[in-house]
């Protein structure tokens, strides 16, 4: 089960409340994190999923981790790439990790965290970051524009379900997709499922789901606290 608590960018949105990206998988008894970027939506992963005891951080930028502090004090496996922690957007958990465990992996190589297979690989945002396949089906793509050739490569065929960065409207440059650009993505990789995140306050939900309906796209918007069965 896929626990979408917390699907805004850094600035969230006031109405409908959407906190900054924090997800959680539930497979049996496991709970992961996949990235931890608002404290009160990890402790809703914790009230909904339990606690959990592994977490997957995709880059350095504070709306992605600023949430690990809820956990800081009671133990948690950090899960991300070693540029992640050696990026100075991470030094204060670094230099105070309490009882954080980090855990630097590499790209391309299967690991086991917390009971879920999980490969890494590089994207392409404004700071090094990592996204992840995780139980060879579901994979996590944010903050990123487009993909490097080896991760397309990589997930094309085999991922069914991506949380993928869907941040600008058509027209705004950034280091993020427009949401054009992650239902086209969404559509090379053959997916059998998107969920489109990340986007900011000023997009009409609507324009997304009517141009992903248009491109024959099974796509969702998950608001903050929704479930799907993945
Ligand atoms: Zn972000
Ligand atoms: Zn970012």
Known sequence: MLLTSGTGPASGWL?????PSTYALKDGNNTILLDAGSPEAVMDVIEIFGRPKCALISHAHADHWSGLNVLRWKGLKVYSHEDTFAHPYF???VDAPFDLELNAI???????????????FPLKHSIPTAGF???GK???LLDTKGLPEETF???KGRVEYIIV??????????????????VDLSLDLEVKKAFLVHLLPMIDMDEVLDYAESKGLDAVIPYDGHTYKV
């Open 15 to 19: 109405r409908p409340r959407r906190r």
């Open 91 to 93: 030094k204060e958990i």
């Open 106 to 120: 590499e790209y391309f190589k299967p690991i086991n965290v917390c009971g879920f297979e999980v490969v890494a």
């Open 133 to 135: 396949l995780i139980n």
């Open 138 to 140: 579901v994979a996590y």
């Open 153 to 155: 490569k990589y997930l």
């Open 165 to 182: 960065d869907s941040a600008l409207p058509e027209g705004v440059k950034g280091p993020h997709n427009s949401f054009k650009e992650a």
